[in-house]
């Protein structure tokens, strides 16, 4: 087999997980949890609840999946994906606020959180809004520099690396499988329509795609190179575990060929 059709980088999958509210459930988190290697866990301001993040976090130790803080914008009706007009000391406060919630059940459990992920608006405004960015870097460094910071890859990621370099961070840059992407590499909008895949083939093949060559096809229809270093899948129905399963499944043959 030619080099170029060998993956250039083991993928680790990553899902969003723990976002049950009482009596409320959403996601398929046991039968997910042992098929990714990080969880970003809700931390209670779109989702969750502290029950709900025990759980999730004991699945997770169980399981031995990497926990991560998966904080947002103070935005439970809209499950975060509402953008707010933040100071950036507002957003400093509320992500510390948000992984200290998560840390605390992980220590009274024996675990950790090993990084953070925005959810939602939080996460796609700090792509598009250096300010933002920095008031995130900003929370994640002074609560505990040790922590990367998950956000989307780019094309290049270049300028965000050279900001994430100014707080001493490590950049965790991730791609999905399951989203369209814009021509300039941003996520397409959910609003728009096929902005989330629902086709177990289209996902597959997207995830494969990420994998063997680092890259997509743009709503343009265009090749579209990314360096990512996971991939993100989303468990919250019965076909999108089936889906993940096939994922995790091609990955592992894939990877026994490096």
């Not at 709900?52 to 947002?72: C, E, Y």
Request: proline share 4%.
């Amino acid at each position: 087999m030619a080099n170029s059709q060998l993956p250039i980088k083991k993928l680790l999958l990553n899902c969003d997980m723990g976002e049950s509210l009482g009596p409320w459930s959403m996601g398929m988190d046991e039968q997910v949890m042992p098929l990714v290697d990080m969880a970003n866990i809700a931390c209670g301001f779109h989702a969750s609840d502290p029950i709900t993040m025990t759980r999730t976090v004991l699945l997770a130790k169980h399981s031995n999946t990497q926990i991560g803080a998966h904080p947002s914008y103070p935005d439970l009706i809209g499950f975060g994906r509402r953008s707010m007009q933040c100071t950036p000391l507002e957003i400093i406060a509320m992500v510390q606020y948000q992984i200290g919630a998560l840390d605390g059940i992980c220590r009274a459990h024996d675990s950790r959180v090993s990084y953070v992920k925005p959810h939602g608006a939080l996460y796609n405004d700090m792509m598009r809004d250096a300010d933002i960015l920095r008031a995130v870097l900003q929370a994640v460094a002074s609560y505990d520099n040790s922590l990367p910071l998950m956000l989307l890859a780019a094309t290049d990621n270049s300028k965000t690396q050279s900001i994430a370099a100014e707080f001493g961070i490590t950049l965790l840059f991730e791609a999905f499988a399951d989203r369209a992407y814009d021509d300039s590499g941003f996520l397409l909008p959910r609003t728009e329509k096929g902005s989330v895949y629902h086709s177990e083939q289209q996902i597959l093949q997207q995830a494969l795609l990420l994998a063997t060559e680092g890259s997509v096809i743009n709503q343009g229809g265009h090749k579209l190179k990314l360096d990512a270093d996971t991939l993100c899948v989303h468990g919250d129905n019965a076909d999108s575990v089936q889906a993940i399963q096939h994922i995790r499944n091609a990955l592992n043959t894939l990877y026994r060929c490096l």
